[in-house]
């Protein structure tokens, strides 16, 4: 896990815009992601964390296959990609918003909505907003006629060469009613062992403030009902 300092402590919200003010410039875009507890396996995308890597693909195309057959469906999804294979990232990225474990790691550009999320739950543990200012590269328009396998095996996406602590970062075309919520993105991980920490900030949010930093994080809108627009499952 990445280290953390004493004065990367977060025990407001105020505390949160006084440390970007002090050790960021506005020009730096940062994405973020915030977890509610110390896990063995710190940024870790679903899958590996507690998913079943051996049948990834398998996984997808049951879920493509359901999704097909519902109702229910992405109209922009569908407008955008109407002949998308299940094993392409943008099938791979609803399928995440559909709650699928996958290979894509949620994050946000709202530290915000980092910081409601690394105090969700786990009131007796502390929470961490990890920050990434420069180390990402944006692979969206590199990737949309790329299939899955191709992405993992490929040491080159596009005319990209990344290097292995380059965080890959994933922009879905399409305007998703949770993800613009969240001002959400993912981070796409070609494997388990991939390295998702490049550098950035940790800034830890003590367990006992937890509760109180979820009231201010209520006056900026930053509940749960607007975070989490609800949608039906495929």
Known sequence: MPSTHPEDVINSVSDLFFLFERRWTVSERAIFRGEPAHYPNNLCPSIFRTGTPSDEFGDYERFFSRYSASSERDYMFDRLFPGASPLSLPAVALAQHYGEKTRLMDVTFNPLVA????????????????????????????????????????????????????????RPEWHNIRSAAQSGAFVFTKGFHQNLWGGGATLRVPAAKKSEIKLQLERFGIVSEHLFPQFENP
């Open 115 to 170: 910081l409601y999320f690394a105090t969700l739950s786990h009131e007796t543990e502390d929470g961490f907003v990890f920050a990434y200012f420069h180390n990402y590269l944006d692979i969206t328009t590199a990737t949309s006629e790329r299939s899955l396998s191709a992405l993992v095996s490929s040491d080159r996406i596009g005319e990209y060469r990344p290097l292995p602590d380059t965080l890959l970062l994933y």
